[in-house]
């Protein structure tokens, strides 16, 4: 199971066969093996990793950090689940120590557009009581995968 989701999280787009090839199995056994992880909720979905230099520059991507005031009987769920129902919020994750209790990360039109959705939207939650916002520059790999169409110097690394 772990092998089908690693090699899924690297490429979603694999073909049974070549998956079953890989793991010494059919391609019949992947696609079963597949579905099953699927109907369990294991593999949750698939997605697309863009590169916005060459689709949509003005994309605006944000981290943004939340101190929160967890509730009775749910501690963050409930601000995490109302945080989550937002279309800009990319994820949202509960942080283990420091400064901050939720990071959420956003993507916007352009800066007025997260800035907007910070001070209208997050900020005026019952329970958020500060916000540290942190714009994305430049991405150089997501999910595993290098962005910037350049080989990664491996002078160093070994």
Do not use: W
Not at 83 to 89: A, G, K, L, R
Not at 109 to 131: M, P, Q, Y
């Amino acid at each position: 199971m772990k092998d089908i989701v690693r090699i899924l999280q690297q490429n979603a787009r694999i073909s049974n066969t070549a998956l079953g090839e890989m793991l010494g199995i059919s391609a019949e056994e992947a696609a079963a093996e597949i579905e099953r992880l699927e109907k369990e909720g294991v593999i949750k979905g698939y997605s697309v990793i863009v590169d916005d230099d060459l689709y949509d520059k003005s994309t605006v991507y944000a981290t943004i950090e939340l101190k929160v005031t967890p509730q009775r009987d749910c501690g963050f769920d409930d601000i995490a689940k109302t945080i989550m129902m937002y279309d800009e919020v990319e994820s949202v994750s509960l942080m283990s120590s420091g400064a901050y209790d939720l990071a959420v990360e956003v993507r916007g039109s352009d800066l007025k557009d997260v800035a907007f959705f910070v001070s209208e939207r997050l900020a005026t939650i019952e329970g958020i009581l500060s916000t540290s916002t942190h714009f994305i520059l430049k991405k150089y790999k997501e999910k595993g995968i290098f962005i910037d169409n350049e080989e990664p110097d491996e002078r160093g690394l070994g």
